[in-house]
């Protein structure tokens, strides 16, 4: 199993007093599976509706660029869920 | 932090005040006869509430490398066609701000006025749209609220298609 961090930001961070969550997965996994993995965590709120809509319409990135579907997920990977963004 | 390629773009996204003189200096040259300074501040009213402060955060390492991207995208676009380079400072605060302080200054520097607001326009819409930056509107009834905004995309779709629409800016 792969243990990797996916960093929290605007509306996620209402999620969890904590800005980052753990996960865990098996090796070989991909970023479509680490979004399943997030639903089900949403999921588990009272408020699961609310962030499984807004994981829809969020992107997957590391430090330097927004990640697809199907790039591996390595271990100790610092990931971050980025909602729809609206600097300014 | 400056882009080694181009030395004359220069972003930034902290918690440290924008400091305009200083931003003014910076994108100013002996060759250059414009200069834009745009302010985005935090605007008193949205939707009809009454708006205290906004709380700003950001996925900095992202955020400023897509803000360095733009201003490459920006110098590409209307300074080399026409032969000469532009000077791009972009400040973005972080952390919570009063109604009426700066949250965003775009300065471009040019050799003439045109080039100026285009770069400087292009730019701010680019950055609402492309960089990793959020805000949470705070009321005078003490309620608050992540406003909406543009979906970003994986790299392999279309850069500016939208899951949603935005909400409006505060600035």
Redesign the interface.
């Known amino acids: 199993m792969n243990r990797f961090q996916v960093r929290l930001f605007g509306a996620f961070r209402d999620f969890s007093n904590e800005s980052t969550l753990a996960l865990e997965l098996p090796e070989g996994a991909t970023v479509a599976h680490a979004r399943v993995a997030l639903s089900e965590i949403f999921g588990q709120s009272p408020s699961g509706l609310h962030f499984k809509a807004l994981l829809n319409d969020s992107v997957l990135a590391d430090e330097r660029t927004t990640l697809l579907e199907s790039d591996p997920i390595s271990a100790g990977a610092e990931l971050a869920i980025l909602p729809p963004v609206c600097g300014g | 932090m400056a882009t080694p390629d181009f030395p004359r773009i220069e972003v930034r996204v902290s918690h440290e005040s924008i400091d305009v003189p200083d931003v003014l200096k910076k994108a100013t040259d002996r060759g250059w006869g414009a200069e834009i300074l745009f302010l985005?501040h935090v605007r008193d009213i949205n939707h009809g509430k009454t708006v205290v402060g906004v709380s700003?955060?950001?996925?900095v390492?992202?955020?400023e490398?897509t803000l360095r991207e733009i201003c490459v995208e920006a110098a590409e676009k209307f300074g080399e066609s026409l032969g000469y380079e532009l000077g791009m400072i972009v400040h973005?605060r972080l952390g919570r701000l009063a109604v009426g302080e700066a949250?965003?200054a775009i300065t471009v520097g040019s050799r003439h006025r045109e080039t100026a607001y285009e770069a400087s326009r292009y730019i701010?819409e680019e950055?609402?749209?492309?960089?990793?930056?959020?805000?949470?509107e705070h009321y005078s009834d003490g309620d608050s609220e992540?406003?909406?905004?543009?979906?970003?995309?994986?790299?392999?779709r279309h850069r500016h298609s939208?899951?949603?629409e935005?909400?409006g800016?505060?600035?």
């Open positions: 985005g700003y955060d950001a996925f390492p992202h955020a490398k973005h949250s965003v701010i950055l609402k749209e492309r960089a990793a930056i959020w805000k949470k992540w406003l909406k905004g543009h979906a970003l995309c994986s790299h392999t939208r899951g949603s935005a909400q800016p505060a600035v």
